[in-house]
C-alpha cells in the first residue's frame, strides 16, 4: 500500500510534536511536514500536494478553516482542535474526522486509519464490484463498513438509516441518491422504503423478502417484478 502523504498545522508546538509523535506509531504513512504559521502551511501546500492535512482550527493570522478553502485542491482533513463549535462547518467541508483536544494515540490512530481507508476507496472507484466495504459520512465523520455487516438501509426522508449487527447510522442521504451511488456493488431497491445486498437475500414471497440472517423485509408491489428478474 502506498504511504498516506500529511502535513500537520498548528499554533501551539506540543500539539505538532505530539502529531509526530503519534505518526511515527502508524505504518504507511510519511509526515512531510508540519507548520506553527498557517501561512506558511498555504504557500507550502499549494506547492506540494498531500493527501491529508491535520488541521487546528483557531490559529492566528488565518483559521484552519481558511486555510482549507483557499486551498487549490481539496486534500483530506482531519481537524485536530480544541473547539467544539465548528462541528457542522467540518461536516460542510468533508472532513474524515473532527478530534477534540486532548486526543490519546488509539483515537488519532483510528481518525488517520479512516482517512487511509477513505483513500484507498477513492483512488480504486472504477473497481467497485470489487470492493467489500463502503465509505460513508456520519455524525460528522467517515465511516468504513464492510458490506457483510450491513443488514439493510432503510429511508426517511432526506436521511437514511444503513443498519448493522453492531450499530445503526444515520447519513444525510436521499434513498435514491445512495441506490445510485452504489448499485455496481449489489444493492437492490425492495420497497420505497428498503434497500438490501442481493447476496444477502435468501428467499422472498408475495410480501416479504428474507435475509439470510433470519430477518423479513416487506417487499414492495412496484418492485416484485424487478426483484424476480434480478435474482434469476
Not at 467541508?93 to 478530534?99: E, F, I, K, M, Q
Not at 444503513?162 to 420497497?191: A, C, W
Request: aromatic content about 14%.
Amino acid at each position: 500500500m502506498a504511504n498516506l502523504t500529511i502535513v500537520g498545522v498548528d499554533d501551539e508546538y506540543p500539539a505538532l510534536q505530539l502529531i509526530r509523535q503519534y505518526c511515527d506509531q502508524i505504518e504507511d504513512i510519511s509526515l512531510l511536514n508540519t507548520f506553527q504559521n498557517p501561512e506558511e502551511a498555504l504557500e507550502y501546500l499549494k506547492e506540494t500536494r498531500v493527501d491529508l492535512v491535520i488541521l487546528d482550527i483557531n490559529m492566528p493570522y488565518m483559521s484552519g478553516i481558511e486555510l482549507l478553502q483557499q486551498l487549490p485542491y481539496k486534500p483530506l482533513c482531519i481537524f485536530l482542535t480544541l473547539e467544539t463549535q465548528y462541528a457542522v462547518k467540518a461536516f460542510e467541508l468533508d472532513v474524515v474526522h473532527y478530534l477534540v483536544k486532548p486526543v490519546d494515540f488509539e483515537t488519532f490512530r483510528k481518525a488517520v486509519n479512516k482517512a487511509k481507508d477513505f483513500l484507498q476507496f477513492k483512488n480504486s472507484s472504477e473497481n467497485k464490484k470489487q470492493e467489500d466495504f463502503i465509505m460513508f459520512k456520519s455524525n460528522y465523520i467517515m465511516n468504513k463498513v464492510f458490506l457483510e455487516d450491513i443488514r439493510w438501509i432503510q429511508g426517511f426522508g432526506e436521511y437514511i438509516i444503513l443498519v448493522t449487527p453492531l450499530k445503526k447510522y444515520m447519513i444525510l442521504e436521499r434513498m435514491s441518491n445512495f441506490e445510485e451511488k452504489f448499485q455496481d456493488l449489489g444493492f437492490i431497491r425492495i420497497h420505497k422504503s428498503y434497500i438490501v445486498l442481493s447476496s444477502h437475500i435468501s428467499s422472498y414471497d408475495a410480501a416479504n423478502v428474507y435475509l439470510k440472517d433470519g430477518e423479513k423485509l416487506p417487499l414492495g408491489r412496484t418492485y416484485k417484478s424487478f426483484l424476480k428478474n434480478y435474482m434469476q
